[in-house]
């Protein structure tokens, strides 16, 4: 669909963008490539004055009268061990304390995590001592999975929009775009585990790959990392769906 057409049809029909307050400047950014509006999820619960709504991250319940990303699934991804009950190669937990004890008495370092809805690495501890496991709070535990990279994979309706790696600096994470070179089976078996059992259309999975090659995933993003060669992607495969939506 080009741009005149696009515009045109815009006029006419209505296309809102919401996100909770800590995706406001994507979803922002989202709403103005689609020619839409955008407000802050929780501000109404009824969207029935749009026509398509693109849901970034809210799980907040409302009515819609067609939803891109539904709260229910959102509720899903936000929550870890949700997640991770549903995800094939899902990083290995446990919400058992001694079994996470045995991981570590094993030699394996165990990841102390805090909240189930944490985010951005809030709330997290390597413990690699008896000591620093028992000094932890924690509401369940990871086995701590050896990498040497981490990766965003940013996904919608089960095609893969873009990858990125992601790199710590300074307490943050800068994005590194990498070639989508083939298929992997395991993140292929994520992708389809998610379709089916969590439902989500857009998002992004952070994965971490070890050096023979395993992937495991750590969560899923209720929202792709829109930067320009993602975004793009998008928001083609968001106006094909809306139009076919439009006129079906």
Known sequence: MDYAEWTEMSKKYKVL???????EESAEYLAALLGGEYKPAGKTTDYTDFDVVVNYGSSKE?????????????????????TLKRVKHGVEWTKN???????????????????????????TTIC???????DTKAKFWTKYFPHTHEVRI??????????YEKVAKDGFFTFNLLEIIGEVPQVTEMIR?????????????????????????LE??????LYEDTSDKLVSLLKREIKNHAFA
């Not at 963008?17 to 995706?23: A, D, L, Q």
Request: glycine residues 8%; proline residues 3%.
């Open 17 to 23: 963008v919401i996100s909770p307050k800590c995706s």
């Open 62 to 82: 409302a009515v819609f009268p067609y939803v891109i990303n539904t709260p229910e699934a959102v509720s899903l991804c936000v929550n870890k061990i949700s």
């Open 97 to 123: 304390k001694e079994k996470a004890l045995s991981w570590l008495l094993n030699g394996d370092a165990v990841v102390a995590r805090e909240f189930e809805c944490g985010s951005r690495s809030s709330g």
């Open 128 to 134: 690699e001592t008896v000591e620093t496991f028992e």
């Open 154 to 163: 940013n996904v919608f309706r089960g095609e893969i929009l873009s990858v």
């Open 193 to 217: 585990s998610i379709t089916n059992n969590i439902g989500i259309a857009i998002y992004g999975l952070d994965v971490l790959v070890n050096s023979a090659g395993e992937y495991r995933l």
């Open 220 to 225: 899923v993003n209720s929202g792709a990392a």
